[in-house]
């Protein structure tokens, strides 16, 4: 099991910026990688970003490259979401989530395992 748990959402005006942390905890040597994902009223969840463990390869959805930075800190099992210029069109509830070794690519929300409570990031216009 790996528990993860996110941390950092909060209001900012938009243009602003914000940091997402996300801490896993468990057998994260178990984890390929970590992701982040959203997901606003009415909306399915979306992908955000992620990152392998090992490499650090990072992918993002088209949107976000250029205004969010997904890095990871291995020492301290944890990933951080750096979100820039941020629109109120980025308002959602953000989960991060951890996936197993194994088949799979780190891009869909079925292709994770285990997932956070999710933090809201809410931008005023």
């Known amino acids: 099991q790996v528990q993860v748990v996110e941390s950092g959402g909060g209001l900012v005006q938009a243009g602003g910026s914000l940091r997402l942390s996300c801490a896993a905890s468990?057998?994260?040597?178990?984890?390929?990688?970590m992701g982040w994902f959203r997901q606003a009223p009415g909306k399915d969840r979306e992908f955000v970003a992620a990152?392998?463990?090992?490499?650090?390869?990072?992918y993002y959805a088209d949107s976000m490259k250029g205004r969010f930075t997904i890095s990871r800190d291995n020492a301290k099992n944890t990933v951080y979401l750096q979100m820039s210029s941020l629109k109120p069109e980025d308002t959602a509830v953000y989960f991060c989530?951890?996936?197993?070794?194994?088949?799979?690519?780190?891009?869909?929300?079925?292709?994770?395992?285990?997932w956070g409570q999710g933090t809201q990031v809410t931008v005023s216009s």
């Open positions: 989530a951890a996936k197993k070794r194994g088949p799979g690519t780190l891009l869909r929300p079925a292709d994770y395992d285990y």
């Open positions: 468990g057998r994260t040597f178990s984890s390929a990688g």
């Open positions: 990152i392998t463990w090992s490499s650090g390869r990072a």
